[in-house]
């Protein structure tokens, strides 16, 4: 993934110099500039060095991405049959409720959640959302009456929330330093994410059939954990963010 995200970056062939390049600290650069006529091989021929922290959070973060919508894609034809199924009476309406419940969450703690990924971080609220996501989901599979159900469901999109408000946040605090490159940076994450809804439903409905429906909620369960997993490993990116905008204006605290 790195690699792609650094092709995508200086074009072919410029995987290994997009890894090999700003190895310490003191060479990297966090914009998409290029280096003066008589400087280093990095700026030779015209070719942008690239902060490889940069490469490496954007392979994490779509790689983390992936583990996730791999559980969510998987599930897409198995929640309305588990729901009709456990029911029983219930009309398609009331099918159409309970699904919708982890959307209802979302609306009431999208703006919430944004001041606290504003206040406290983008990665507390990112791998702690997908634990609340997996925990939901798990508690999804075992459970016996609707009212639990819809209970666990409404967890699911508070964990949906916090994880999505904070992930989008980081993405655009990784574009501002490349700023030049942010669509192609996005183009990546969003293929990688996005790739697996390409095949998830049919591997589901199949899942779903050959072993049950509760092991389609196991299975996107242990996605949102792994997703969860990788998040740990990315920095924080707020600190930066604000050093950035506060160098951006002029007159504003020195942020050392």
């Known amino acids: 993934l790195t690699s792609l995200v650094c092709l995508a970056l200086q074009g072919e062939g410029g995987g290994k110099r997009c890894l090999s390049?700003?190895?310490?600290?003191?060479?990297?650069?966090?914009?998409?500039?290029?280096a003066p006529p008589g400087g280093d091989d990095h700026g030779r021929r015209g070719e942008p060095s690239y902060d490889p922290t940069l490469v490496r959070s954007v392979g994490i973060l779509?790689?983390?991405?992936?583990?996730?919508?791999?559980?969510?894609?998987?599930?897409?034809?198995v929640i309305p049959l588990f729901v009709a199924q456990m029911g029983g009476h219930l009309s398609s309406t009331g099918v159409g409720m309970v699904i919708s419940a982890p959307s209802a969450a979302m609306l009431l703690l999208n703006v919430p959640l944004g001041r606290v990924c504003d206040t406290v971080g983008r990665k507390p609220l990112m791998y702690i959302g997908t634990l609340l996501t997996a925990i939901g989901t798990?508690?999804?599979?075992?459970?016996?009456?609707?009212?639990?159900?819809?209970?666990?469901?409404?967890?699911?999109g508070a964990g949906i929330c916090a994880s999505s408000t904070g992930s989008s946040a980081y993405m655009a605090d990784l574009t501002d330093r490349a700023?030049?490159?942010?669509?192609?940076?996005?183009?990546?994450?969003?293929?990688?994410?996005?790739?697996?809804?390409?095949?998830?439903?049919?591997?589901?409905?199949?899942?779903?059939?050959?072993?049950?429906?509760?092991?389609?909620f196991l299975v996107a369960s242990a996605g949102a954990t792994l997703c969860s997993l990788g998040y740990m490993g990315l920095p924080e990116t707020l600190v930066a963010a604000a050093a950035t905008q506060s160098r951006a204006v002029p007159g504003g605290p020195e942020v050392k």
């Open 179 to 216: 700023p030049s490159h942010r669509a192609k940076i996005m183009g990546v994450n969003q293929a990688v994410a996005g790739s697996i809804w390409v095949i998830g439903p049919t591997v589901g409905g199949w899942l779903a059939e050959t072993y049950g429906y509760q092991n389609s």
């Open 138 to 156: 798990l508690l999804t599979a075992f459970s016996s009456t609707v009212p639990v159900l819809a209970a666990c469901r409404l967890l699911v």
């Open 62 to 77: 779509s790689a983390s991405q992936l583990m996730l919508n791999m559980g969510f894609s998987q599930m897409v034809p």
């Open 21 to 34: 390049t700003a190895a310490t600290p003191e060479e990297a650069e966090p914009s998409s500039s290029v």
